[in-house]
Each structure stands twice: as structure tokens, then as C-alpha cells.
């Protein structure tokens, strides 16, 4: 251990004795409201909670120093020995939390500045529906999919691990499947309805995505569940676990539906990428990609979702790459009768029925030049009316 590396340790503490302990103020935390999405606790500030994408300090919590940090993430981690070593080793630490019968976490533990960050993703009791979320329905057909590869892609703290979570709820409801998720960490909490449902958690069931992967293929699964495609070797395995006969679900940390091909196309060498295309062209099924807006009325967030469906004309464009005029976003434009859709086409959508402010949804888009254009009726007919109230 270096010398400006921060210590877990139960040794005395200069510090008074803490007014709160690490349960009550997560409690505290989570009163601020429903919609809280996320808790950061930050050397130098008082507790913060996410709300509608802003963080908001927690009235009546006392502002942090390096030893509260320290203690909390000791806390936190409890015996979990892989968890600190990691920390002490890597200089960070994923791991989930349970407050007992209250809430679940997804919790991340952070060096910095010779001190301990944390930032804990707070996880819904119950599994969210298609409904709740406000899918498109078109993605309820995925539930008829009884192979291929389904990638839900997005930014961190994008909603992916939520739409993942309805579609595998939506099976577990309408087919009788055996179904074996590898989470880091396990999120949502699957219970058996007419699915079996195996969750295995990556350093505590299993070392890595890609030997829990290649395990699952003699688990006799229909449906597999890969929280995040982190390498190559995840990537081929799913390809394989794809061409023989199941339906792998999963995630990638990509802006959009074009750039998630060609993060997979891209990971392997240049001398295996043709026949990655094909093969990825052949097991693909959709490509889900999104995108968390504020809204206008300040009340909550909204998701953007754009659509890629493996169709003989979007097959095409992911085996022979893409060209001028022949690219997957002219696809998912033309594809409204096949359920596809476009970032920017369903911003501008919720822009004109008044979802999401003009300004927020040019800066979520794809392509802001070409959507200013497509809404320049309505940035006219905004700007004639704030001329009316200027003096």
C-alpha cells in the first residue's frame, strides 16, 4: 500500500463519534423523494442525492471529512473481502447493498485526492414493467425471440439495466424457460414465476462475464442475461451462445445504434472483422439504444429510445458496413411499418408535444444541425412570441 493511499481501518479516529450511522443516513437520503436516483457521499460536502438530473444536498446531514467517507465505505462493504481488496488494489469497488426490507443499491466506492468517494445507484424493489417505464411497445416482440443476441446500449445511469430488467420480467410472465442472468452486481432481484431464474454475481458466483458465459452454455438456458459485453472474449462467447440456439441479452456502454456495431466490429482484429460482421449480421435481433432527458415540467426524466431491428436491409448494412446512403440510421428512419425508430425523430416528437424544452432535446440528439432544421416552425414560432413580451 502506498503511502498517500487512503486506509480502511478500525482503528480510533480523531473524529467525534458520528451523529448518524451509515443506515440512517441512507434512510435520510431517501425521504428527499421517490425519484431519487442516486446518493453521493463526497469528502468536503454534505450527503447529495440525484434528483431529475441535478444533485440537491440533504437537509439536516453534516458535511463529510475523509474519516466519515472512510467509515461508510467500510460499512458498506462489510466481510466482503474482494470488495476491499479491490479498493486497496485497483483504487475502486463494485459491490451492491441492501437496506433491510427498505431499498437496494448498486454501489461504487472510489479513490481520490488520498480519500474515499461513493456513489450508490439506488435499485426499485420491485422489478419495473413495461408500462412503468413507458416502452415502446414494438420492444414487447422481443419476448417471441427464441435466439439471437438483443443489446440494450446507452451512457452510464441511461435506464439499460431497468429495460433489461422489464423484458426479462415480460418472459418470466409469458414463457416456462430457464433463464441464467451474470450481473456485476446482481441488480434487480428476479423470483421464480413461470421461469426459472439463476442470477449469478460476478467475484462472488463466478470470476468473469466470459467463464460464467461459456459455463451457461451446458446450463441448458433458453435466455441468457450478460449485464455489460466488457471484452472480446465476452463478445465471441455470446456470438456462440447466439448461433446455438439462445437468446443472449445484454448491454453496451455506446451512444447509438451505429456506434454499437462498430464498438463489437471494432474490438476484434482487423483479420477477423469480416467475419465478425457476417456473423453478427446473422444473430442480432434488435439493437435498443437510449438516452435520459430532463423534462420540461421538471417533475421527472424521460427516455429516448431508438430502435435498430435485424430486417434484410439492416442485415446488409451490419455485414457490408455502412456507405453514403446505405447507413443504419437511414433504415431505422425508413423502418416505422418494422418498429424501428431514430433518436432524433422521437425527440422531435416529444420537443412538439411539449416533453422535453427545445434546448434540452438539441443537446440529447444526434445530430443537432439537422434537427434545428426539422423544428425550425417551432424555434420561429417560440421566438415571435417572446418578441411580443419584449419591451
Known sequence: MSASEP??????????????????MLRTMLKVSEKVSDLIFSPGRAPQVELNSALVAVPGLPTLMPVDTRRIAGDLMGNNEQATTSLRE???????????????????????????????????????????????PQLADITKLINGIVLVTGPTGSGKSSTLAAIINKVNLEKAWHIVTIEDPIEFLHPHKQCTIHQRELHSDTPSFALALRAALRQAPKVILVGEMRDRETMEIALEAAETGHLVMSTLHTTDASKTVERIIGT??????????????????????????????????????EILKSTIRT?????????????????????????????????????????????????????????????????????????????
Open 7 to 24: 486506509a480502511l481501518s478500525s482503528a480510533p479516529s480523531p473524529s467525534p463519534t458520528p451523529v448518524f450511522t451509515t443506515d440512517e
Open 90 to 136: 485497483k483504487g475502486s469497488a463494485d459491490l451492491s447493498y441492501s437496506l433491510a426490507r427498505e431499498s437496494r443499491f448498486r454501489v461504487n466506492i472510489f479513490s481520490q485526492r488520498g480519500s474515499y468517494a461513493i456513489v450508490m445507484r439506488v435499485i426499485p424493489h420491485s422489478v419495473p414493467t413495461f408500462e412503468q417505464l413507458n416502452l415502446p
Open 268 to 305: 476484434f482484429p482487423i483479420s477477423d472483422q469480416h467475419i465478425i460482421r457476417i456473423r453478427l449480421a446473422k444473430s442480432f435481433r434488435y439493437i435498443i439504444s437510449q438516452r435520459l432527458m430532463p423534462k420540461k415540467d421538471k417533475t421527472g426524466r424521460v427516455a429516448a429510445i
Open 315 to 391: 442485415r446488409e448494412y451490419v455485414e457490408k458496413g455502412e456507405n453514403e446512403g446505405k447507413t443504419l440510421l437511414d433504415a431505422m428512419r425508413d423502418g416505422d411499418l418494422d418498429g424501428m425508430q431514430c433518436f432524433d425523430d422521437v425527440i422531435e416528437r416529444m420537443i412538439r408535444e411539449g416533453v422535453v424544452d427545445i434546448d434540452t432535446g438539441l443537446g440529447y440528439s444526434t445530430n443537432p444541425g439537422n434537427l434545428r432544421l426539422q423544428l425550425a416552425d417551432l424555434i420561429d414560432a417560440q421566438r415571435a412570441a417572446e418578441s411580443e413580451f419584449e419591451p
